[in-house]
């Protein structure tokens, strides 16, 4: 939609408030409607502000006894501000306590039960982004992502069902490790990008297939495991899947990522899993190849700061081969998720 488009929708929904033949229950579902159309694919910020005016003249309007249409507004309310981007997080604050609200009403008074789960993993998603600005507890996304899923069931929601365990295994792996439950996380982590997997398959949904295939490598990766090797070559047969969709010509920065990720993690393996003290020269001289391509990427798409990073371990591998050392641990870098 463009933004003169746009305009003249926001135009056409104001004036409808002014027609004496609508009925007022006809005014608000109006605004609703041609708000969610203004946030369905926004060019510019104005378009998702302009979306919440229209929400709130909804709410205004809406008779008191509607309370189930009133709390389904506050709902959609809540997306568009969840959308607005900004560096501040008042309009996550914002859409926080318009979907708390909502939820609370739609359990008490009959709402349907996917609105509520709906509702819950929009709750949890911001929830989660809360939680990365320190003003919300991540637990309490995997709660609500957790209600959710016994409504959006692997059989009756498959999508939903995907969409759900992805984010449980990101809310997973973005809490602290240092403990033993950290374990514990982390397989999680992984069962629920697994699970995902489960219904998303390469051929009905294959950008969604090759992001939880890349997660799921980097999730295997750094499982706390006396299984290290077999997790990592785990990983490396994801990555693989991963890059059946992934090409340089067709999607050349999550082409980049998951050989980064790749080449972090053959330089976790052994040249001969049979004879792991024997070194890892040859996979250290793989990894450098798709350190360089990734980087070579990454820099003509102006993404520096991760093609510097990448520079850094570039050069970290150049001094392992020249030094023909064995076997590192870890990379320095760690994984990227797309």
Request: aromatic fraction near 4%; glycine fraction near 4%; proline fraction near 4%.
């Amino acid at each position: 939609m463009s933004n003169q488009q746009a305009h003249h929708h926001y135009e056409q929904a104001l004036a409808a408030l002014d027609d004496g033949n609508a009925s007022i229950i006809d005014k608000v579902e109006m605004l609703m409607e041609i708000a969610m159309g203004l946030q369905m694919r926004p060019k510019t910020p104005e378009q998702l502000i302009d979306a919440i005016s229209l929400y709130e003249r909804a709410l205004e309007l809406c008779p008191k006894e509607e309370i189930l249409l009133s709390a389904r507004i506050r709902a959609r309310k809540a997306t568009a501000l969840q959308m607005v981007p900004s560096e501040e997080v008042g309009y996550l604050l914002q859409a926080r306590d318009e979907l708390e609200t909502s939820l609370s009403v739609l359990s008490m008074h009959g709402g349907l039960n996917e609105e509520i789960a709906e509702a819950q993993i929009n709750l949890g998603l911001i929830h989660q982004s809360l939680a990365q600005a320190g003003r919300a507890k991540i637990t309490d996304a995997i709660v609500l992502y957790q209600q959710a899923l016994r409504v959006f069931t692997k059989e009756s929601y498959p999508a939903e069902y995907a969409i759900l365990h992805n984010n449980l295994a990101t809310a997973f792996l973005s809490m602290p490790m240092s403990d033993e439950r950290g374990k514990m996380r982390e397989a999680l982590a992984v069962q629920s990008f697994e699970a995902a997997l489960e219904v998303i398959s390469l051929e009905e949904s294959p950008s969604e297939y090759a992001m939880l295939q890349n997660n799921l490598g980097n999730a295997l990766q750094y499982v706390s495991s006396s299984h290290g090797v077999e997790n990592n070559l785990r990983a490396l047969d994801a990555y693989e899947e991963a890059l059946k969709v992934r090409t340089e010509q067709t999607t050349p920065v999550p082409y980049a990522t998951t050989i980064a990720n790749k080449a972090n993690c053959l330089r976790n393996l052994p040249d001969d899993l049979k004879e792991p003290t024997k070194g890892n020269q040859q996979r250290l001289v793989q990894a450098r190849l798709l350190y360089r391509d990734a980087q070579r990427i990454l820099a003509a798409y102006g993404e520096n700061v991760r093609a510097q990073m990448l520079g850094e371990a570039l050069a970290d591998v150049e001094r392992e081969l020249s030094d023909n050392r064995s076997h590192r641990g870890q990379d320095k870098f760690g994984n990227s998720p797309i």
